[in-house]
């Protein structure tokens, strides 16, 4: 069975700080690995990771994926109260027309 | 920006009866999904649908569960006799492309549903 496991589950820092999340995962057919963040409701894309090492960056947040060991981590830098939110992680591993595996998050919260 | 819309926001409802989620995806998206959310559990994948049939389906998704594209813009997911277990937050995705390395897929704002 594919698993995702997203490390911490919760975390609270103040503004300013940088922050670093972490997703490892076991699949059998590894496609690619998403990063979404969830306010309210409906988790919007921040990144999609294919290859090892190469790290994909928008504005503050940052990804990277190791496909030797298995993990993806993001980074936040300068953390802002609207960074306030559960970051989700989800692996591909069907290929293309296939459900997404999801880990189950990790809640972060700026303080001001 | 072009956005996946779902309807209704919330869904209140008896347990047995039916209820049907709707989902409008982004236009020139040919993959289609739906996912569930209980209460703070972890976002699960029920369905995938592409050129009118399934693609694949999750264990979860029983014969209670259907899905139908009934015209050109619509996508939606039918609970036939729901359960109390059945409530929780139902996300619609879409995907431009499929059975390829790239999966990118954006997610409805979700509906919310309520079995009582």
């Known amino acids: 069975e594919d698993k995702v496991v997203q490390s911490p589950l919760s975390l609270v820092v103040h503004e300013g700080d940088t922050v670093t999340l972490n997703c490892s995962y076991e699949v059998t057919n590894f496609r690619s690995l998403l990063w979404y963040k969830q306010e309210k409701k409906a988790p919007t894309f921040l990144f999609m990771l294919t290859s090892s090492g190469i790290e994909k960056k928008s504005g503050r947040l940052s990804s990277i994926l190791d496909k030797k060991e298995l993990f993806s981590i993001l980074n936040i830098t300068a953390t802002q109260t609207g960074d306030s939110a559960v970051y989700l992680c989800?692996?591909?591993?069907?290929?293309?027309?296939?459900?997404?595996?999801f880990g189950k998050g990790t809640h972060l919260i700026i303080q001001p | 920006e072009p956005e996946v819309t779902q309807t209704p926001s919330h869904q209140v409802t008896q347990m047995g009866q039916e209820v049907i989620l709707r989902c409008v995806p982004i236009s020139n998206h040919l993959y289609f999904y739906w996912y569930r959310q209980i209460l703070g559990q972890k976002v699960e994948f029920l369905v995938s649908f592409y050129n009118n049939e399934i693609s694949e389906k999750s264990e979860i998704f029983d014969d209670q569960f259907s899905v139908e594209r009934p015209d050109g813009s619509n996508f939606t997911l039918k609970i036939r006799s729901t359960k109390l277990e059945d409530s929780a937050m139902y996300f619609c995705a879409s995907s431009e492309v499929g059975r390829s390395p790239y999966n990118e897929q954006f997610f409805g704002p979700g509906t919310r549903l309520t079995v009582l």
């Open positions: 989800a692996v591909d591993s069907g290929g293309g027309a296939d459900g997404l595996t």
